[in-house]
Nanobody, 125 residues
Framework: QVQLVESGGGLVQPGGSLRLSCVASGFSLDYYAIGWFRQAPGKEREGVSCISSSDDSTYYADSVKGRFTISRDNAKNTVYLQMNSLNPEDTAVYHC??????????????????WGQGTQVTVSS
């Protein structure tokens, strides 16, 4: 069964950190660009970060630049999103998505081949 599964979300205080994981099963992430998206209630979905399929180049939205880091471990078929200095505006459901053979441009253009079900991140005191 082909799927992406996110984990690592939860409740964290402002200033805290979380590391999200996106694990692929049924296919190899080696040749896929991976994007992280988030959607808060009443807001549009936002692409926050992406890692390229080829040279591991990365992209970050201005809202998370300097605080979030995306990385991949192909041996574990996993992509991570390390989130530091979290603030209440980061509260959202975070999804990962996979796009075969694309660069970081795919974050804004698509298409995406697979999506995960999402993991909730809540930043609150």
């Amino acid at each position: 069964q082909v799927q992406l599964v996110e984990s690592g979300g939860g409740l964290v205080q402002p200033g805290g950190s979380l590391r999200l994981s996106c694990v692929a099963s049924g296919f190899s992430l080696d040749y896929y660009a991976i994007g992280w998206f988030r959607q808060a209630p009443g807001k549009e979905r936002e692409g926050v970060s992406c890692i390229s399929s080829s040279d591991d180049s990365t992209y970050y939205a201005d809202s998370v630049k300097g605080r979030f880091t995306i990385s991949r471990d192909n041996a574990k078929n996993t992509v991570y999103l390390q989130m530091n200095s979290l603030n209440p505006e980061d509260t959202a459901v975070y999804h990962c998505a996979a796009s075969y053979g694309h660069t970081i441009v795919v974050l804004t253009t698509g298409p995406w081949d697979y999506w995960g079900q999402g993991t909730q991140v809540t930043v609150s005191s």
